[in-house]
């Protein structure tokens, strides 16, 4: 299956030789079972100990919500077409965790299970692929610790974020491609096209940032051009499948017309997901964050603010450290295709990983280049470029001799070798430590959410945040919060004690089209309209951080004017009167500033 880098034809027996690899025996098909089992045990035994399900992002929160109303109410009608099949999956593997007895009340601890597995299982491939190809059952084991242990890859296998099983089928496709695409079969292309599809069904952006690169390495791979053009309108083909098969569904089972079906198939190719909102667009600031993205996807896996490495030197070493390590990488890549250019399969490789990520870097530009999420699958191209420096590492294996003894064969020293890598396993052990230093915050969160439950009245209190707290996910996961609030409100109390906010920044991302002015005055009637509903408006200690944090915060979803405008709205309008100061909340604010919560009030008109 994974006969990798097989089918070109290098220019001598030497270069044939280097790229060639074979097809995995069962040994290694016995060797992948393990590693997949090995890397489950390891990764849970990690999330246990973490016991932080949330280290960069709340994303896995807010999906844990949706989860929940799908496993209690599946429907058609609430199926969120951007993870097309992400709920129903989930949904039946959490129902089966929860037969199991594993987290039962914890929809997020068990979506976090079920990522390590689906992450073990990419490292799985990983294995195979590096394994065959490069002839070395030892170097595939150390390519998996040094890829599986890299900033992103590992954050996203310990957490509950929505793209770890996306990554792990695209994985797998890329990976298959790269073997297969220098001599594609119909049936190669068939499994490579669904496996993809699987993905980004799952994950919709993950369709963007593949398609180009597998659709061209098809063009290019030798053939006439009958096959050329035929090979590319195949996977197009097969890839569309499943998507197919949804839409069928959905017409037999959900009540559907053929032409609500037709239209439910056409919008799961075109989601839109993100676009025409406030993450979407094209800015400077964006460019300095996407290398902070790159390099903290190699060491650190922190999801960093734009700004933040001139104001914490760590975050600075880190984001140096990854772009050495990256240009690094990108160098041994390069120089490897240099020297193998006359071979087919390494070329259509080269064109595979390298379109992924040029193409998913132009993309994320336009989305939001440091976090996690958007660049997990961007970086592919790095498996086989760890797989060239864990060859590097260890060495050729050590040869054959005819008797116990192994008289004749040269002593070789052990101690550079063993420096060499340990050198390359730092980042893996650089980042395990980091996660580690936020040990317990699952727990931690959850007290400061009782705290809040009981200080500030939940069915007479609207929170006023910015957007970008972790709290307000746990609040609203935790007291039954609604994606839409009615306008106005009714008044205060309700009769259930349920989650209200006003998030600033979710203004300039649902009308990015607004005014600055008229983005202002709506977050100013919003408040207006929970006070004059007998609500009291807390505000979260974010709106007390210094200007540039503030500022820094929004610049991914809105020009700088925005929230300096709406910051000075509203110290001129409204008084911040400290009301609750919690010691704990301040060490677990992203901007790590004092945890005090204020009443706001109006000030006297003069």
Not at 5 to 22: E, I, K, N, Q, V
Not at 104 to 112: G, H
Not at 140 to 153: D, H, I, P, R, T
Not at 273 to 300: C, D, N, Q, R, Y
Request: proline residues 6%; glycine residues 8%.
């Amino acid at each position: 299956m994974f006969r990798s880098l097989s089918y070109g034809h290098g220019p001598s027996d030497g270069a044939r030789a280097a790229t060639s690899g074979r097809a995995p025996s069962g040994q290694d098909w016995g060797t992948a079972v393990l590693v997949w089992l090995a890397a489950s045990s390891l990764l849970l035994a990690f999330e246990s100990y973490l016991q932080n399900a949330h280290i960069e992002t709340g994303n896995g929160l807010w999906g844990s919500v949706e989860l929940r109303r799908w496993i209690a109410d599946p429907s058609w009608a609430t199926l969120d077409l951007g993870n097309a099949i992400y709920l129903p999956a989930y949904g039946v593997l959490c129902r089966a965790l929860t037969r199991l007895g594993v987290f039962p009340d914890l929809l997020w601890r068990q979506m976090a299970v079920l990522d390590a597995l689906f992450a073990a299982l990419g490292l799985a491939g990983v294995y195979l692929f590096v394994a065959a190809w490069l002839r070395d059952r030892r170097v595939g084991l150390l390519a998996v610790v040094l890829y599986g242990g890299s900033g992103f890859y590992l954050l996203c296998s310990v957490e509950d974020e929505w793209d770890m099983p996306s990554q792990s089928f695209i994985l797998l496709a890329t990976l298959l491609a790269c073997a297969w695409f220098a001599r594609p079969s119909v049936l190669r292309i068939a499994v490579v096209a669904i496996l993809f599809s699987i993905s980004w069904l799952f994950e919709w952006r993950f369709l963007f940032p593949a398609l180009p690169p597998m659709l061209l390495a098809l063009f290019a791979a030798p053939g006439h051009l009958g096959q050329r053009i035929m090979r590319p309108a195949s996977f197009l083909g097969f890839m569309s499948l499943p998507p197919l098969g949804l839409a069928a569904a959905y017409l037999l089972t959900g009540g559907a017309t053929l032409k609500e079906a037709s239209a439910f198939l056409i919008r799961l190719f075109w989601v839109g997901k993100g676009t025409g909102s406030g993450w979407g667009g094209f800015t400077v600031a964006k460019a300095p964050l996407a290398l902070a993205g790159v390099a903290e996807s190699f060491v650190g896996a922190r999801n960093v603010v734009y700004g933040q490495w001139m104001t914490k030197p760590l975050v600075a070493f880190e984001i140096i450290s990854g772009l050495m390590i990256c240009l690094a990488l990108l160098f041994v890549a390069i120089r490897y295709v240099w020297r193998n250019r006359a071979n087919d399969a390494v070329i259509i490789a080269a064109v595979l990983l390298g379109g992924t990520l040029v193409a998913g870097t132009i993309f994320n530009f336009y989305a939001q280049p440091q976090d996690p999420q958007m660049l997990i699958n961007v970086m592919i191209w790095t498996v086989p470029a760890w797989g060239l420096v864990a060859k590097a590492a260890l060495g050729p294996p050590a040869p054959r001799t005819d008797g116990l003894t192994g008289i004749g064969q040269p002593r070789r020293r052990g101690w550079p070798r063993s420096l060499l890598i340990a050198l390359v396993l730092a980042p893996a052990a650089y980042n395990i430590s980091v996660m580690a230093q936020q040990r317990g915050r699952d727990a931690a969160y959850l007290g400061l959410v009782s705290r809040l439950g009981e200080r500030f009245d939940p069915r007479r209190t609207v929170f006023l945040y910015q957007g970008f707290e972790y709290v307000f996910a746990w609040q609203f996961a935790n007291w039954d919060g609604s994606w839409s609030a009615p306008s106005p409100r009714p008044p205060a109390p309700t009769s259930r004690p349920t989650f209200k906010m006003i998030d600033v920044s979710d203004i300039p991302i649902v009308h990015p089209e607004w005014s600055v002015d008229r983005q202002v005055g709506e977050l100013k009637r919003q408040i207006d309209e929970a006070l004059d509903g007998g609500y009291q408006v807390i505000a979260g200690p974010e709106l007390r951080e210094s200007d540039s944090l503030w500022v820094n915060s929004f610049l991914t979803v809105a020009p700088e004017a925005l929230p300096r405008a709406m910051r000075q709205m509203i110290m001129a309008n409204f008084l911040l009167t400290p009301v609750h100061d919690d010691a704990l909340a301040a060490s677990l604010h992203a901007c790590e500033i004092e945890g005090e919560y204020a009443i706001l009030t109006r000030r006297a008109q003069p």
